[in-house]
């Protein structure tokens, strides 16, 4: 279902985005980035934050529909990453693919920011399950 939402929101925010939106999707980063380095890392926070990334993201697709769903959408990634984050390495990763969605939205490609958002969406899905084959091993 994110990728559903969010691949066309990303899109879209690449194609339209102000120079004020990208501020805010700069600022939202940096936010998450400067959490993730906090020793012991507060997960709930981590959390949060990581899905206000992407919320800012998706405002700034200026989508009417996608704004109208921002609450299923904020619900859809809170259960989704409840786990993801806390895998090793992942918050690493997470960050790293965050970048390169930043760039290409920076950029004004949207098929770039569609791509990484993608295969953001499939890693994290493919570690958590990766993770629920080694604890049925």
């Not at 279902?1 to 194609?15: F, G, S």
Request: hydrophobic letters at 45%; proline letters at 3%; charged letters at 30%.
């Amino acid at each position: 279902m994110r990728e559903i939402l969010e691949a066309p929101a990303v899109e879209w925010a690449a194609e339209r985005r102000s120079d004020e939106q990208l501020a805010q999707i700069k600022s939202a980063a940096k936010a998450l980035q400067i959490a993730t380095a906090e020793v012991p890392i507060d997960f709930e926070k981590v959390r949060v934050l990581d899905m206000e990334f992407h919320l800012t993201i998706v405002k700034s697709a200026s989508n009417r529909f996608l704004n109208q769903t921002l609450g299923t959408l904020q619900e859809i990634m809170f259960k989704s990453m409840d786990n993801t984050l806390k895998l090793p390495g992942r918050i690493d990763a997470s960050e790293h693919e965050h970048g390169l969605i930043l760039e290409a939205i920076e950029r004004c490609d949207p098929i770039a920011a569609r791509l990484m958002i993608i295969q953001h969406i499939h890693n994290a899905r493919d570690a958590w399950a990766k993770y629920l084959r080694k604890g049925n091993e």
